[in-house]
């Protein structure tokens, strides 16, 4: 594709409401993206789902768009943009019915990534499902299967940071411009994202996050995917948004069973009741997807006594061996009682569990092991 036809692209995508559905109904009606920048205000109008006040909007900002500016933003920020018509553009996306017509990249997009799994779920979950998501993350990720979500706060964040954890690469799509970092305490967690998969967006550099951008951010991230497993999510949520886009989408859709007394366990248990895989390992979603062949990495040994390479002592064993039967954690005394350990060696065993990435401290000094 030639340097004009794809500034032509990103120029239409450019003005104010044009989004993918109004974007392919332009490039329909003109033949091509320059076609519909060059179309006259009253031909415009005619195309179906325009008002007269579109139409007038286009015809007035097509000359005011700086896309010369917006591809020097990216480029300075060390962002690829591809368009539906690149040859890197991901193939599971062309089959949405609204594909985004760009996407903005930072990182890299690996042909493996068409093996890829959306892990989401509550912004405030509970220490069962950061346990559960790392479990389902790193399972996945020991497969050679590519993890996707949203990098929000929560589920999303734990899914990339296990993923990264056990060497896996993982997909984070924004619900803003990749020029615009959201949520700001996640700024260091895209840096190791871009370096093991990257960060995507179909969004300007400078788009802030509002609302209305994220179930357009939750259609890509189930597009993205084979299927969608959600983990922790109250019935209206943007995980149950994400399921749904899954099954409109013909993907199989996956829930992680919960306690019956917890919310957050409405949306998972209310996906199951309604005809949704129950998942309790990795090892059910792949089953169900049959995607055992083309994956990268070998899968890891039973018993193998390291946490992604980083080798575990046999009293740092005995420590995770008690966190094991305790999924919702344990007290630093309870732990003492349980390994019999004096409390200066326990802290340096907690301590060096926690750099490598086995356990994590909670609240009240709670230990949880990260699966």
Same mark, same amino acid.
């Given at each position: 594709?030639?340097?004009?036809?794809?500034k032509a692209?990103i120029?239409?995508l450019?003005?104010?409401?044009?989004?993918?559905r109004?974007y392919q109904?332009l490039?329909?009606?003109?033949?091509?993206?320059a076609?519909?920048?060059?179309?006259p205000?009253?031909?415009l109008?005619l195309v179906e789902?325009? *008002?007269?006040?579109?139409?007038k909007k286009?015809?007035s900002?097509?000359?005011?768009?700086d896309?010369?500016?917006?591809?020097e933003?990216?480029d300075?920020?060390g962002?690829?943009?591809i368009?539906?018509?690149s040859g890197?553009y991901?193939?599971?996306l062309?089959?949405?019915?609204?594909?985004p017509p760009?996407l903005?990249?930072?990182?890299?997009?690996?042909?493996?990534?068409d093996f890829s799994?959306s892990?989401v %779920?509550?912004?405030?979950?509970?220490?069962? %499902?950061r346990s559960?998501a790392?479990?389902?993350?790193?399972?996945?990720?020991?497969?050679g299967?590519?993890?996707?979500?949203?990098?929000?706060?929560?589920i999303?964040?734990?899914?990339?940071?296990?993923?990264l954890?056990? %060497?896996?690469?993982?997909?984070?799509?924004l619900?803003?411009?990749?020029?615009v970092h959201y949520?700001?305490?996640?700024?260091?967690?895209?840096?190791?994202?871009?370096?093991?998969?990257?960060?995507i967006?179909?969004f300007?550099?400078?788009?802030?996050?509002?609302?209305?951008?994220?179930?357009?951010?939750?259609r890509?991230?189930?597009?993205? *995917?084979?299927?969608?497993?959600?983990?922790?999510?109250?019935?209206k949520?943007?995980?149950?948004?994400t399921?749904?886009y899954?099954?409109?989408?013909?993907k199989?859709?996956?829930?992680v069973?919960?306690?019956?007394?917890?919310?957050f366990?409405?949306?998972?248990?209310?996906?199951?009741?309604?005809?949704?895989?129950?998942?309790e390992?990795?090892?059910?979603?792949?089953?169900e997807?049959?995607?055992?062949? %083309?994956?990268?990495?070998?899968p890891?040994?039973?018993?193998?006594?390291?946490?992604?390479?980083k080798?575990i002592s046999?009293?740092?064993?005995?420590?995770? *061996?008690a966190?094991?039967?305790e999924?919702?954690?344990?007290?630093?005394?309870?732990?003492?009682?349980?390994?019999?350990?004096d409390?200066?060696?326990?802290c340096a065993?907690?301590?060096?569990?926690?750099?490598?990435g086995?356990v994590r401290?909670?609240?009240?000094?709670?230990?949880?092991?990260?699966?």
């Open positions: 594709m030639c340097d004009s036809e794809q692209i120029k239409l450019l003005i104010d409401e044009m989004g993918p109004r109904s490039v329909k009606r003109f033949g091509s993206p076609g519909a920048l060059d179309a205000e009253e031909e109008a789902g325009l *008002s007269g006040r579109l139409a286009i015809r900002q097509a000359a005011a768009v896309v010369d500016k917006e591809m933003e990216a300075r920020a962002v690829r943009i368009t539906h018509r890197d991901p193939k599971n062309l089959e949405l019915p609204d594909y760009v903005y990249v930072r990182g890299d997009l690996d042909r493996d990534d799994v892990v %779920g509550t912004r405030t979950p509970t220490p069962y %499902g559960a790392a479990f389902i993350s790193k399972g996945l990720a020991r497969e299967i590519t993890t996707v979500s949203g990098l929000a706060r929560g999303d964040s734990e899914v990339h940071v296990s993923t954890a056990a %060497g896996g690469r993982t997909i984070a799509v619900g803003n411009g990749l020029g949520p700001p305490e996640n700024r260091k967690l895209e840096e190791k994202i871009a370096k093991n998969g990257a960060l967006s179909e300007p550099m400078s788009t802030r996050p509002d609302r209305m951008n994220f179930p357009r951010r939750n890509i991230i189930s597009g993205f *995917s084979l299927g969608t497993a959600v983990v922790e999510a109250d019935i949520s943007g995980a149950m948004i399921a749904k899954a099954a409109e989408q013909g199989d859709v996956f829930a069973p919960g306690p019956v007394f917890s919310k366990s409405n949306g998972p248990n209310y996906l199951i009741k309604s005809g949704a895989h129950a998942a390992s990795a090892g059910d979603i792949i089953d997807l049959r995607i055992f062949s %083309g994956l990268k990495n070998t890891k040994k039973a018993g193998e006594p390291d946490v992604a390479g080798r046999r009293e740092e064993q005995r420590i995770i *061996s966190l094991e039967s999924p919702g954690g344990l007290s630093i005394d309870l732990l003492g009682v349980k390994t019999n350990f409390a200066s060696r326990l065993c907690l301590m060096n569990l926690e750099m490598k086995a401290c909670l609240p009240g000094r709670i230990y949880v092991k990260i699966y």
